[in-house]
């Protein structure tokens, strides 16, 4: 097996690191591309046997193979051209997050891997898969607190925007012509990527939306910043003839409280956990005799595959045939266009249906 890494800054040596870890490394041969010859030094003094290249094209051009997986790691506004030729290859594509710009360019790379019968992948699955969280499924799949009928998920940082206090050298993430969004396609991708993978909705109403850029004496000057730092949402996901309404909201940047509240509420208890770094908690909270009971458990990952490892190590073991948690193709690209959808709702004020098929306005303004 051959991995080809387009890109060879920060995340693409996370990714390298990642591929260190997989079954019979000593088999698989890594190669890696970017125009930037520092980039591809730095990459070559930690991996001293990956054989290099300074154009994409030039290290696509060899014949594929089956199992060959190309890895884009390059900033959003590249990802479409990227993904495209390295499908149009033959190889299968992991894509870094978010998947694409816009919808119309998610469309074509799925079109493109169907035709080319190739698996496209998104990094957006990095914190599927964690203990913590496939007890939270298994727990809703038991009917343990009742109906569900609400879920709470919100991250409000006050000072965390990429650009600005988080990765200051890469402006491009303030630019909505090279990012796509601000932080509703910077963390969007895993918050959908959580709610889809725990509920698996057959399709989502995008009923209220709002975005907004609140501002700071910090902010960069002489430098295009035109994207938003704090986002939210009134959903209603629809499963198995049941509705959930999910309250989300997401700030990189707030004057408010900062807090986390990740909640799904049901008519006979609620649980409460943390998908990501904050807490290895599943809480969850019943009634006996009138009282509410909580019980708590911890519930770490033991696993030496990591979260940064998640994305290749899903992949890999789907491109093999092996069961895999992976987010590929459809859901993919149904994950991508929950993000597009929400900036629609917040940029008409009209009501989105997002389905496997693709987004529809609903006419009627709210």
Not at 210 to 219: G, M, R
Not at 232 to 250: N, P, Q, S
Not at 331 to 341: D, E, I, P, Y
Request: hydrophobic share 35%; proline share 5%.
């Amino acid at each position: 097996m051959k991995f080809y890494i387009i890109g060879a800054g920060v995340i693409a040596r996370s990714h390298a690191e990642a591929i260190r870890k997989l079954p019979n490394f000593d088999e698989i041969e890594m190669k890696v591309a970017d125009p930037n010859p520092q980039a591809l030094s730095g990459f070559v003094e930690r991996y001293p046997d990956v054989v290099t290249f300074s154009d994409a094209r030039t290290m696509l051009a060899e014949e594929a193979k089956k199992d060959d997986i190309v890895v884009i790691c390059t900033p959003p506004f590249t990802h479409y051209e990227l993904s495209r030729m390295a499908l149009e290859s033959g190889r299968h594509v992991l894509c870094e997050k978010p998947l694409a710009m816009n919808r119309q360019e998610a469309d074509d790379l799925l079109e493109c891997a169907r035709r080319k019968n190739r698996l496209l992948g998104c990094c957006s699955d990095r914190f599927i898969g964690l203990p913590k969280t496939e007890e939270i499924k298994r727990l809703v799949q038991s009917d343990a607190i009742g109906d569900i009928y609400k879920v709470t998920f919100t991250y409000r940082g006050q000072r965390s925007r990429a650009g600005v206090e988080y990765q200051p050298e890469s402006r491009w993430f303030l630019d909505r012509s090279k990012s796509g969004g601000g932080v509703v396609m910077d963390w969007g991708p895993y918050d959908f990527a959580i709610l889809n993978d725990v509920f698996k909705p057959s399709s989502i109403d995008i009923a209220a939306a709002w975005v907004s850029k609140p501002q700071t004496q910090a902010d960069p000057v002489n430098t295009t910043y035109d994207v938003e730092g704090h986002a939210g949402a009134m959903m209603k996901y629809h499963l198995d003839g049941k509705t959930i309404w999910v309250h989300y909201e997401r700030a990189s940047c707030t004057h408010g409280k900062p807090y986390h509240l990740v909640e799904i509420e049901g008519t006979r208890g609620a649980l409460e956990w943390s998908p990501y770094f904050e807490s290895d908690k599943v809480i969850c909270r019943t009634d006996k005799d009138g009282e509410v009971v909580i019980n708590e458990k911890d519930i770490n990952n033991k696993s030496d595959i990591g979260v940064m490892d998640h994305p290749i190590y899903y992949f890999y073991h789907k491109v093999k045939g092996e069961p895999s948690p992976a987010l590929i193709n459809e859901q993919t690209v149904f994950n991508f266009s929950c993000l597009q959808a929400l900036y629609e709702c917040a940029d008409t004020g009209m009501l989105q249906t997002v389905t496997v098929g693709g987004i529809q306005s609903n006419p009627v303004m709210k």
